[in-house]
């Protein structure tokens, strides 16, 4: 791992434990089919949504990552009001449910580490919906993924990012790195922050060295797990004149819209374990 990486001090001993009792096995398997089948079918129904106008594509986007979160036994709560046009959308990161949830609300060209080009299922799909890839490990290659970046947004699209560039529990958050912030600045375009939060929030973490298995039977088996995004009043094009302000205003956006955040006591706990424990889990 290379040492400018972000990481996060989140461990699943620490942070992704499941609070009370969870759902029966029975019942746990059977979410776990409906999922797999539910992102198999949107594999397989991608291409015939090409021909169809951008409205429509979004809608039917919206209509599949919710049957993806519902799937899996996620219940769905989206506040604010979702903007249309281009724009870079700045969220904090938790899991891999951060994508579909984003994606129900604010349906858009995800940047991603290169690496889930290769995953089982999901990297076809992000393939197909226009995901750029960032190679984390080659500083060399971010200016010109901050230049695709850029172009995607010059051209109309609407660009997900998740700038703390590791998953955090949710029980606190990252730095927002500046990098994704000079593509909206080049491109004159207004950044949406959206805040993430999930209840209980220990099953849906995804950090550290997590495996993915475990993390979807942990999801799977959680009672009662809801997602909310919440939308926040956009960042204006020319508020901000350099990368560091408006990666910063949108943080802060997103932090201050945690009202009742928890201790941090956790961290501080799981502060001690190797670096190589924490959560290297996406892009800068």
Same mark, same amino acid.
């Not at 996620?74 to 994606?103: F, M």
């Not at 998953?167 to 593509?183: E, I, N």
């Not at 408006?246 to 819209?257: F, P």
């Given at each position: 791992?290379?040492?400018?990486?972000?990481?996060? *001090?989140?461990? *699943?001993?620490?942070?992704?434990? %499941? *609070?009370?009792?969870?759902?029966?096995? $029975?019942?746990?398997?059977?979410?776990?089919?409906?999922?797999?089948?539910?992102? @198999?079918?949107?594999? @397989?129904?991608?291409?015939?949504?090409?021909? @169809? =106008?951008?409205?429509?594509?979004? #809608?039917?986007?919206?209509?599949?990552? #919710? %049957? $993806?979160?519902?799937?899996?036994?996620?219940? $769905?709560?989206?506040? =604010?009001?979702?903007?249309?046009?281009?724009?870079?959308?700045?969220?904090?990161?938790?899991?891999?449910?951060?994508?579909?949830?984003?994606?129900?609300?604010?349906?858009?060209?995800?940047?991603?580490?290169?690496?889930?080009?290769?995953?089982?299922?999901?990297? *076809?799909?992000?393939?197909?919906?226009?995901?750029?890839?960032?190679?984390?490990?080659?500083?060399?290659?971010?200016? =010109?993924?901050?230049?695709?970046?850029?172009?995607?947004?010059?051209?109309?699209?609407? +660009?997900?990012?998740? &700038?703390?560039?590791?998953?955090?529990?949710?029980?606190?958050?990252? #730095?927002?790195?500046?990098?994704?912030? !000079?593509?909206?600045?080049?491109?004159?375009?207004? +950044?949406?922050?959206?805040?993430?939060?999930?209840?209980?929030?220990?099953?849906?973490?995804?950090?550290?060295?997590?495996?993915?298995?475990?993390?979807?039977?942990?999801?799977?088996?959680?009672?009662?797990?809801?997602?909310?995004?919440?939308?926040?009043? &956009?960042?204006?094009?020319?508020?901000?004149?350099?990368?560091?302000? @408006?990666?910063?205003?949108? !943080?802060?956006?997103?932090?201050?819209?945690?009202?009742?955040?928890?201790?941090?006591?956790?961290? !501080?706990?799981?502060?001690?374990?190797?670096?190589?424990?924490?959560?290297?889990?996406?892009?800068?």
């Amino acid at each position: 791992m290379s040492v400018w990486l972000p990481t996060a *001090p989140c461990t *699943p001993h620490h942070c992704a434990r %499941t *609070p009370g009792p969870v759902a029966s096995r $029975v019942r746990a398997v059977a979410r776990l089919t409906a999922g797999v089948l539910a992102v @198999l079918a949107g594999v @397989l129904l991608a291409p015939l949504t090409a021909p @169809l =106008g951008p409205a429509t594509r979004e #809608r039917a986007t919206r209509l599949w990552c #919710r %049957t $993806v979160l519902r799937a899996f036994g996620v219940h $769905v709560r989206i506040t =604010g009001t979702p903007g249309t046009g281009r724009g870079l959308v700045a969220a904090n990161h938790v899991s891999w449910l951060d994508i579909p949830l984003v994606a129900a609300a604010l349906p858009g060209r995800m940047l991603a580490k290169s690496e889930v080009r290769r995953w089982p299922l999901l990297g *076809p799909v992000a393939a197909c919906g226009g995901t750029l890839f960032l190679e984390r490990d080659r500083l060399r290659a971010l200016p =010109g993924t901050v230049r695709d970046i850029a172009e995607a947004l010059g051209s109309g699209s609407r +660009v997900v990012v998740f &700038p703390e560039g590791s998953t955090w529990c949710g029980r606190a958050g990252g #730095r927002f790195r500046p990098a994704a912030f !000079q593509a909206a600045l080049d491109a004159g375009a207004a +950044v949406q922050p959206v805040r993430i939060t999930y209840h209980p929030a220990g099953p849906a973490a995804f950090v550290g060295d997590d495996p993915l298995t475990a993390s979807l039977w942990r999801v799977a088996t959680a009672r009662g797990l809801t997602a909310e995004i919440r939308v926040l009043p &956009p960042i204006p094009a020319g508020r901000h004149t350099d990368r560091r302000s @408006l990666a910063q205003a949108a !943080q802060t956006a997103v932090a201050s819209d945690s009202a009742n955040r928890p201790s941090l006591s956790v961290h !501080q706990c799981a502060s001690s374990s190797p670096a190589a424990a924490s959560s290297p889990r996406t892009p800068s």
